[in-house]
């Protein structure tokens, strides 16, 4: 009995108002249907790209990046390729490069690049799939350069991780060039060392095990020369511990041992044979490598692989004006009747008798 007492008391507080609780909620509604008709739109423009692979060679481009120390580029510890075009997707450089190129201060109505910086990456969104595919998005009043936005952003991917690439190349390819020239002298002479010495004195023959013993002391010795050009390259473009570079010192350490198991021999001639022979392979092993650098950098590999480029979205992300309509109606609304609620009750027009002395 009482519940519907004063359930009857808050209808009558709300309906002897009801002018007052109209003029609140159609002046809100339509406050806000103003609102957000003169609300710019934002449009979203997606692309998707395929999920990365390690590098043909086995050596990550995590590790890469990290052993070249690109500036405004910071790389997780334990990442996979996704993560890391993850991380260059979000990085101070590329943000910087879509700044310049789509005059994003004067968009933004941005005096600095910091915070055009900063308002470019409120309006973007970096996503890793369970699946592996990287979801990218911009959000633009434009929505042509919304998709245009995030297509350059691709473009910018793929450009850096090509440039990282050619940069490694680069630095192997002149490395050996000139480790190259270097052998080519010295087998040269080697080999006039040998003619000097053999127009000097009688020819001496050899023996069987003995130019078989100079042919593996000499391969040996080429290889494990080889392996310090590799590890010249490896300080060349990492800085501190990787796997690569613990494994070439393996490989050098057992070729130590293979060496000092080789019996000596004092024969001069047998000496300089075993140099000059050891020059030949050398020179040989590093003419392979560096015509394999040479390919690796001038090698065209497309390095991010689309799935769906970005194209000029359709309807609008925000404001959701209806949304924002209703909203306004509800809220109003329940405003309206909150202060009803807390309101005196007013008294009755019927059966009312107020004093004439007051």
Sequence with gaps: ??????????????????????????????VTAVVALLLP?????????????????????????????????????????ADVFVAILQSRRVAQEMVQRFGLKRVYHKRLTEDAIAELRRHSRFKLTESGTIELSVEDHDRRRAAEMANVYVELLDRFNRDVRMTRGRRTRVF?????????????????????YQAKNKTVAISPEMSSAVENAARLAAQRMALEVRLGIIHGYTRGPS???????????????????????????VRLLRDAKTQEQLFGLLTAQFEEARLAEARDVVTVEVLDSAIPPERRVRPRRSIMVVGAFLLSLAAGTAWAAFQEEEPRQAGVHRDPTV
């Design 1 to 30: 009995m009482d519940k519907t007492y004063d359930l009857a008391r808050l209808w009558d507080r709300m309906w002897a108002r009801r002018r007052r609780i109209g003029v609140i909620v159609v002046a809100a509604t339509l």
């Design 41 to 81: 739109p934002w449009y979203r423009a997606q692309a998707s790209l395929l999920p990365p692979g390690q590098e043909e060679s086995g050596f990550g481009i995590a590790t890469l990046i990290r052993g070249l120390a690109v500036p405004g580029v910071k790389v997780p510890t334990e990442a996979t390729p």
């Design 176 to 196: 050996l060039q000139q480790r190259l020239t270097e052998t080519r002298q010295e087998l040269a002479a080697a080999e006039q060392r040998l003619t000097d």
């Design 243 to 269: 796997d690569e570079k613990q494994q070439v010192m393996g490989q050098l350490a057992e070729l130590d041992r293979q060496l000092q198991a080789l019996p000596t021999t004092g024969i001069e001639l």
